[in-house]
C-alpha cells in the first residue's frame, strides 16, 4: 500500500541551528501538507502546497519556515533558526484532492525534532 | 474565534460497551468532518469522512453523524474492544486544508 515516508525520524538539534524535515509524499497525490504536534498537545497545521506554491499557512508558519518541492517526490520543511519552542513532532501529509472532491489526508511517521 | 472542542479528553470504557465522542465547532462552515485515529508516536490515520448533507455514516462497528445546525459530530464505535484504544481526532475542512480537535484519549478496559 502506498505511503508517505518521512525522514529523519529524529533529529537532535542545537538552538539557532537550521533544520530540514524530508517527506516523500504518495506519487500521484497533489496536495501537500505540514502540521506539527507538540508533545501532548494538538496536531496544528502548518502549511498546505498545491501546484509547486503554498495555498495556506497559519500564524504558526513565519520567516523562520519554509517549504520547497526540489524535484517531483520530495517535499521538505525548512527551519532556518531553531528555537527551543520548534521542539515538535512534525507530520508531512498528502491527498488526491482537495476542495469539495476531497478525500482522506494519508500522514507519515513523523519526524521528531527536539531543539536544545 | 474558531474552535473545534472535542468534549472529553479522557473517556473509560468497558470492552464490549459502545464509546460516543463528541465533537463541536463554532465559526466554521465545513462541507465535511473527517475522524482520525492517532496511537501514541504514530501519525493520524483516517477512519470516515461524513459530508454536510449525510446524517449519517457507518463502517464496520463505526457510526459518525453530523448535525450542521448543532454544529455537531458524534463519532461512535459499538463493541469496543481494548484494541480500540487511541486518541481520535475529528477534522474539520477549511477550503483545502484540514484543522484538528485537540482529540479525545479511549480507553477500553478488558
Known amino acids: 500500500e502506498p505511503e508517505v515516508t518521512q525522514t529523519p525520524s529524529h533529529q537532535v538539534t542545537q538552538m539557532g541551528q537550521e533544520v530540514i524535515l524530508r517527506c516523500v509524499p504518495i506519487?500521484?497525490?497533489?496536495?501537500f501538507y505540514w502540521y506539527r504536534q507538540i508533545l501532548g498537545q494538538k496536531v496544528e497545521f502548518l502549511v498546505s502546497?498545491?501546484?509547486?506554491?503554498?495555498?495556506?499557512k497559519s500564524e504558526i508558519f513565519d520567516d523562520q519556515f519554509s517549504v520547497e518541492r526540489p524535484d517531483g517526490s520530495n517535499f521538505t520543511l525548512k527551519i532556518r533558526s531553531t528555537k527551543l519552542e520548534d521542539s515538535a513532532m512534525y507530520f508531512c501529509?498528502?491527498?488526491?484532492?482537495?476542495?469539495?472532491?476531497?478525500?482522506?489526508?494519508?500522514f507519515g511517521e513523523g519526524s521528531r525534532l527536539t531543539v536544545l | 474565534s474558531q474552535k473545534i472542542e472535542q468534549n472529553s479528553e479522557a473517556l473509560n470504557i468497558q470492552e464490549g460497551k459502545t464509546a460516543t465522542l463528541t465533537c463541536n465547532y463554532t465559526n466554521y462552515s465545513p462541507a465535511y468532518l473527517q475522524w482520525y485515529r492517532q496511537d501514541p508516536g504514530r501519525g493520524p490515520v483516517f477512519l470516515l469522512l461524513i459530508r454536510e448533507n449525510e446524517k449519517e455514516k457507518r463502517k464496520e462497528r463505526l457510526k459518525v453523524t453530523f448535525d450542521t445546525t448543532l454544529k455537531q459530530s458524534l463519532f461512535h464505535i459499538t463493541a469496543s474492544q481494548p484494541a480500540d484504544s487511541a486518541t481520535y481526532l475529528c477534522a474539520l475542512d477549511v477550503g483545502y486544508d484540514m484543522r484538528f480537535g485537540a482529540g479525545t484519549r479511549l480507553t477500553v478496559k478488558p
Open positions: 506519487s500521484n497525490h497533489l496536495y
Open positions: 502546497f498545491y501546484n509547486n506554491e503554498i495555498s495556506e
Open positions: 501529509a498528502s491527498r488526491l484532492q482537495g476542495g469539495l472532491n476531497t478525500g482522506e489526508l494519508f
